[in-house]
């Protein structure tokens, strides 16, 4: 078991610390509202991940990866919901631009951030099949049914811990304020890397 659990970390590490949906929406977060708008967005993702693990846990997630319709329809709302949030990028950063007022720190709701950061994760059907390749290539049959739900409960801490440590990072005074001077430039960024992972969603 300490295998498959040290297996099981390992993974996930790697699969977290990739950048995706879910760090990009941390990060816009975090430099548009501040630390606790990031927080929030990260412990909504990790909050995502858990109705990953209940679904894989019980093998709904095999059902889904054996639907085609399913499994589409997942990708569609997923993808469509990532679009939503960099048109806003683009919206948001237009409207700046034509009234030429100063870069201020948006103000966003606690609950906003944490359903931006749950929905990302929960509509991203490439999570779906992470969990599942990872429990039915790494965990053992024999497993208790109690003993995954604990290798999943670790996964979720870890995800909340690590995007908070995002949030941490990039709300620091250096970050904040290149930020306030080049904002217009990540914004536009950011909302092209998120149409592009959402046409990625479409295509694959």
Known sequence: ?????????????????????????????????????????????????????????????????????????????????????????????????????????????????????FLTNVFNPKVTVFFLVLFTSIVSPNTSLWMQGLYGLWLVIYTILWFIVVAWFFSRKQVLAWYQSHGHYFDWIMGVFLAFIATQLFMS
């Open 1 to 117: 078991m300490l295998n498959e659990f040290t297996l099981l970390s390992l993974a996930h590490v790697f699969a977290v610390a990739s950048p995706g949906a879910d760090f990009a929406v941390v990060l816009k977060n975090t430099l548009r509202s501040g630390k606790v708008a990031g927080v929030m967005t990260a412990i909504g993702v990790g909050c995502g991940i858990s109705i990953h693990l209940i679904y894989t846990l019980f093998g709904i997630a095999l059902i889904l990866s054996q639907s085609e319709i399913l499994f589409q329809i997942i990708k569609a709302i997923g993808a469509l919901y990532l679009l939503w949030l960099a048109w806003q990028l683009f919206q948001s950063r237009a409207k700046i631009k034509a009234t030429n007022e100063p870069e201020v720190v948006q103000t966003l709701e606690n609950i906003k951030a944490f359903r931006q950061g």
